[in-house]
C-alpha cells in the first residue's frame, strides 16, 4: 500500500504544501508573501492574514499536481514550531481539520529538524552520523545528526541567529528585507578584505551575532560623517567584507565540531545555506580537510513544505503522531 502523505509550513513568510509519496517529494508548492518588504522585516499578523489567503489554494495545487485525491491520503503534515504563533496557527488549523474529516493520522514536524531532513529529498543523502550547521533567520545551530529523528545540539547562537544578522546589518546599511540574498548579490563584486569586522570569541561550539552588528552601525556611522557617499561607493565591499566575518566565523566553529566529533560528513541546512560565499567556502575547506560536504538543492534550502513531508514520511513509519488538541510550539 502506498504512504501518502500531504505536508503544510506556515511557520514564517511562506505558505507551503507538499505531497510525499513512498518517501519521494512529489512536489512542493511555495506562496512567497511580498507584503513584508515595505515593512524591512516579516510582520506577524500580516503573515498570518496572507497564510490565510494562501493555504487553500497552494494545497488545492499541491493535491491537483500529484494528481491525489483528499481520500488517497494517509496523514496530513504540518510544522508544529519553531515559528510565529500566528502563523503556525493557520498551517496547525488547517491540518487538524483535514486530519479530523478525513478521518487519518495527523503530524507534527520540527521544523529544525526538517531543514536538516531535507537532506533526504534528493541523491546524494549523507549517512549517519553527519553533522549539520542549520543556519536560518531564526536559528544557528551545530547538529549531530545520528538518525531521522535522532538529533543533538552540540553549539548554538546565545543570541541573534546568523540569518537574522545578515538582514539587521542589511537594514542599517540601506538594502530591502530579506537582506541575506542582497548582501550575497552585492558581496561578488566586493573584495571580502577590504575591511575587517571584529568577531566576539564564543565558548566550545556556540555562536554571538550580536555583536559585529553593533561593530557595523558604528563603523558606517562613522565614515559617514566624513564622506556621506561612502556606503554607496564602497556597497560591494563592505557586503563582502561584513558576509566573509559572518560565513568564516560560521565555519571555524563547524571546524571544531568535525574535529572533536572526528565526523568528515559535513551537511548545511536552513536559509542561509543559500548563501553562494558559505557554499563556495565550505566547499573549498572540505577538499582541504577531506570532508565529504552536503548542500541541498536551492529550493529546499528556504521554507518550504517538501523538507516537512519528508520529515512527516520518517515520523509516519515510526507512528509518531500528533493527538488532534496538537497546540503551535513557538519556541519549539
Ligand atoms: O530558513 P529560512 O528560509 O527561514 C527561517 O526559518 O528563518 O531562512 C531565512 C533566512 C533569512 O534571514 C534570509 O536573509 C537568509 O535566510 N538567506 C540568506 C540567503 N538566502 C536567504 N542569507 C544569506 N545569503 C543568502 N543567499
Ligand atoms: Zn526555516
Known sequence: MDITILAIESSCDETSASVIQNGKVLNNIVATQSVHEKYGGVVPELASRAHQQHIIPVVDQALSLANIKKKDLNA???TQGPGLLGALLVGSSFAKSMA????IPLIGVNHMQAHILAHFIEDPKPSFPFLCLTVSGGHTQIVKVNDYLDMEILGETKDDAVGEAFDKIAKIIGLPYPGGPMIDKYAKEGNPEAFSFPETEMPGLNYS???????VLYFLQNHHQKDENFVKDNLNDICASVQHRLITTLLQKLKKAAKQTGINQIAIAGGVSANSHLREQLNTLGQKLN???????FEYCTDNAGMIAMAAHFKYLK???????AAPKPRM
Not at 479530523?100 to 478521518?103: R, V
Not at 551575532?209 to 561593530?215: L, M, V
Not at 570532508?291 to 538543492?297: D, L, N, R, T, V
Open 100 to 103: 479530523s474529516a478525513l478521518k
Open 76 to 78: 496530513v503534515a504540518f
Open 209 to 215: 551575532f550580536s555583536g559585529i552588528k553593533t561593530a
Open 291 to 297: 570532508w565529504e560536504i552536503f548542500i541541498p538543492k
Open 319 to 325: 507512528e509518531d503522531f500528533e493527538n488532534i488538541n
